[in-house]
């Protein structure tokens, strides 16, 4: 059933109906290629906590600030921002999120992101982010091998 789009479930005792596996039916991209990234309603929903609280947190940071370069000298207090103050704004807000459960691999998340001033847009930053978010555990396998 999961593989055709449909989540399981199961009655427990009491009578009450409990999910075991919330999935969707996205299978395959937009070029018809298999694709399981969106299969699971959890990494959907994760993606979706990351972009709301991402945004929350540079629009309540740097409500009304200028955008400068980095390495622009001025004076302490003022209300401007840099494309490595957003940078490590983002990494503090990634170590909540580390903490919260949802991603993991801090280093690899230092390496790959880029946030830098947009060339056709002085008063746009763009940030690209590669979270490894946190998987579920669903399988467990073991094996025994024992001697007499």
């Known amino acids: 059933m999961l593989s055709d789009g449909v989540s399981t479930h199961t009655v427990g005792q009491?009578?009450?109906?409990?999910?075991?596996?919330?999935?969707?039916?996205?299978?395959?991209?937009?070029l018809s290629v298999p694709d399981p990234s969106y299969l699971d309603?959890?990494?959907?929903?994760?993606?979706?906590?990351?972009?709301?609280?991402?945004?929350a947190r540079i629009a309540l940071r740097f409500p009304r600030h200028k955008l400068a370069n980095d390495g622009t000298n001025f004076s302490p207090g003022q209300a401007i921002v840099t494309p490595?103050?957003?940078?490590?704004?983002?990494?503090?807000?990634?170590?909540?999120?580390?903490?919260?459960?949802l991603v993991e691999g801090f280093?690899?998340?230092?390496?790959?992101?880029?946030?830098?001033?947009?060339?056709?847009?002085?008063?746009?930053?763009?940030?690209q982010l590669?979270?490894?978010l946190m998987n579920q555990f669903r399988v467990f396998a073991g094996q025994i091998q024992f001697l007499l």
């Open 14 to 30: 009491d009578g009450n109906c409990y999910v075991e596996r919330l999935i969707t039916t996205y299978q395959t991209n937009a």
């Open 41 to 55: 309603i959890c990494t959907m929903r994760t993606l979706a906590y990351l972009r709301y609280t991402l945004r």
């Open 84 to 101: 490595a103050t957003i940078k490590s704004e983002i990494f503090s807000l990634f170590l909540a999120w580390e903490q919260a459960g």
């Open 107 to 127: 280093e690899q998340f230092k390496t790959d992101i880029i946030v830098e001033r947009d060339a056709n847009d002085v008063n746009r930053v763009n940030v």
């Open 130 to 132: 590669s979270p490894d």
